[in-house]
């Protein structure tokens, strides 16, 4: 039988925790937590927002109604919490949207915090003129080092990889690949993750596993296989995700990355648009041949 050494490294293991994490959430997503956006948006006669569905939340009709709803609900003024009846129902989505999860808890004018994670963090810092996927990858890196934010994307910013960044960010639908038919592989792992990764890692997993009452394999070495099986079963190809936006000339531009599939693998891009592209509508485009608008940074 023949050995196939599979190096478990930093990509592979963030790959493998995001399949792990999105399936594991979107089942909360569908029952308790859109419960709680149903019994709030009904308190506060709040319809759900009209705008597109990003990510993975247009994979199902549940999905999507608790995405309009809480868009909904986070443009509601924070004072409005008095008109809620149920508090319970106000209080989970306050403890999931304010968890480590999603990087560091900004309280602002609304009924719910925002995450700010060091993706986040250096896209504020830096000039929108000079947004591009090397600036800001290495501006999130140099952030999340400084940092003890072990946040999802902190976690891809560390590894300074902008594929990772870009598949972490967006929250994209992941399915099963198809099975190639091939002599049996014994296979062996390696365990390639920086240290530093590791133990944030460890953090977030125990972090989402309280919060949701999950069991998510804690990311060690004698989990290697897991996490390589996880990241061979994902999929990050066509993802694309908006990280901000911009109205300078006093048209509202939006700033895009993606990730595109190319003889030399995959790789990020950057684009802006005046409309927001989801995933869908940027797979459809790859697929169908159709052009995307200009990639590159912003023209100064």
């Known amino acids: 039988m023949n050995v196939c050494i599979v190096r478990v490294n930093n990509q592979t293991l963030l790959l493998g925790l995001d399949k792990l994490y999105r399936e594991a959430v979107k089942r909360h997503e569908r029952s308790e937590l859109l419960e709680c956006a149903k019994r709030l948006c009904a308190d506060l006669q709040v319809k759900p927002t009209a705008r597109p569905v990003e990510g ?154 309280a919060l949701f009452d999950e069991n998510l394999p804690s990311p060690v070495a004698d989990n290697a296989a897991v996490y390589a099986g996880a990241a061979e079963l994902s999929r990050v190809a066509s993802r694309c995700v908006r990280m901000g936006y911009e109205n300078s000339t006093g048209q509202t531009r939006h700033y895009h990355w993606a990730i595109n599939r190319t003889t030399g693998g995959l790789v990020a891009e950057e684009f802006w648009d005046t409309e927001i592209w989801t995933t869908g509508r940027y797979s459809d485009s790859r697929l169908s041949g159709r052009s995307i608008p200009a990639r590159g940074p912003m023209s100064r």
């Open 56 to 209: 993975y939340y247009g994979e199902d009709a549940e999905l999507t109604e608790y995405f309009l709803l809480m868009r909904a609900l986070q443009e509601q003024p924070g004072e409005r919490a008095g008109e809620v009846r149920e508090t319970e129902a106000l209080e989970r989505l306050r403890q999931v949207t304010s968890s480590r999860l999603y990087g560091r808890m900004v309280s602002g004018p609304g009924l719910f915090p925002a995450g700010v994670d060091p993706l986040s963090e250096a896209l504020i810092q830096t000039p929108v003129g000079e947004w591009s996927i090397p600036n800001l990858t290495s501006q999130a890196h140099e952030i999340a080092r400084e940092s003890d934010d072990y946040s999802l994307v902190a976690l891809a910013a560390l590894a300074r990889d902008p594929v990772a960044l870009t598949a972490l960010r967006e929250s994209v639908v992941l399915y099963a690949a198809a099975v190639f038919g091939a002599a049996p592989v014994k296979k062996e792992y390696e365990w390639e993750v920086a240290p530093e990764i590791a133990t944030r890692t460890v953090k977030f997993v125990e972090t989402f596993n």
